[in-house]
């Protein structure tokens, strides 16, 4: 993906998304049914942790051009509350290691929810404190990660940005592809011991 996407000729509540340095726009088909994947075009697939899929299917789909996006403004810094206080979050991890020692698990992700309200919109048109396209332009400047992407879909209530550095799924017809980082190596001389159980972990998951 480039590191700049662009976004300004689209508003702010026009559906669209940026995936793997593809602009897609022009929204075709929204559903959660994942059986209409086999159908033909270009999907978006949003795969939440709790309930259904939302797969939305674009008819346009142009490469990215670089561009630096609008400002990012964001709530204020100030705003900003976690799920996890310092104290419950060296306990969690205390919890985890012993738990790893027990071997009861192999690994455990311990995160938190941060969350801050969002200002209001003052309506005019260079407004992007509300766009999460704008947001998504701004990571990718300042943490040009090569699977960042963009899905906004107002009327479903779907706005992401991510920054992630590994590829979770991609589909081309019969073949998928899957570039996670754990596990893996340039080389299989850069292959170390923590790679190589990482490796198995995974597999063996």
Known sequence: ????????????????????????????????????LDSNGFWAVILPFEGSPTCARFGSVRAARPWPGLPWSGPDPRSWTSSLSQTGFVAGVETIRQEIANGDVYQVNLTRHLRAEMPTPNKQPQDSSQDIAALGAALAVGNPAPFSAVVRLPAHGVQVASASPERFLS???????SSPIKGTAATADGFLAKDRAENIMIVDL
Request: proline content about 5%; aromatic content about 4%; overall charge positive.
């Open 171 to 177: 589909r081309d017809g019969r073949r998928v592809w």
């Open 1 to 36: 993906m480039t590191s700049r996407p662009t976004f300004r000729r689209q508003g702010h509540a026009e559906p669209l998304a940026v995936l793997g340095g593809r602009l897609c726009t022009d929204l075709v088909d929204v559903t959660s049914d994942l059986s209409a």
